[in-house]
């Protein structure tokens, strides 16, 4: 099993910066795809972005795309989002976690998961 702890969120005014980290260890951070995902107070953990193994590519959500960056160091077992021009609407929660099989944007296909950090857009 692999231990996940998010940091680096906080409050932010829209159009922003924020680059969240995800800390690994127990479990070979390598062997796992990891994923991003988030949840706003009275919605639905919804995907965010998702990152392959050793790093060769990422997939994100429509609504992301072209704004976040997810990478990931494998040597430090860390994975990072980066979050540019931040709308209110990406307040939210944001947890990693590591894929486990299935479609990766289902958080049925994971099997850990950080505690999540707080991140808060303002208009």
């Known amino acids: 099993q692999v231990q996940l702890v998010e940091s680096g969120g906080g409050l932010v005014q829209a159009g922003g910066s924020l680059r969240l980290s995800c800390s690994g260890s127990?479990?070979?951070?390598?062997?796992?795809?990891m994923g991003w995902f988030r949840q706003a107070p009275g919605k639905e953990r919804e995907f965010v972005a998702i990152?392959?193994?050793?790093?060769?590519?990422?997939n994100y959500a429509d609504s992301v795309k072209g704004r976040f960056t997810i990478s990931r160091d494998n040597a430090k077992s860390t994975m990072y989002l980066q979050m540019n021009s931040l709308k209110p609407e990406d307040t939210a929660t944001y947890f990693c976690?590591?894929?486990?099989?299935?479609?990766?944007?289902?958080?049925?296909?994971?099997?850990?998961w950080g505690q999540g950090t707080q991140v808060t857009v303002s208009s």
């Open positions: 976690a590591s894929h486990y099989r299935g479609d990766v944007s289902r958080r049925e296909s994971y099997d850990n």
């Open positions: 127990g479990r070979t951070f390598s062997s796992n795809h």
């Open positions: 990152i392959w193994k050793h790093g060769g590519g990422a």
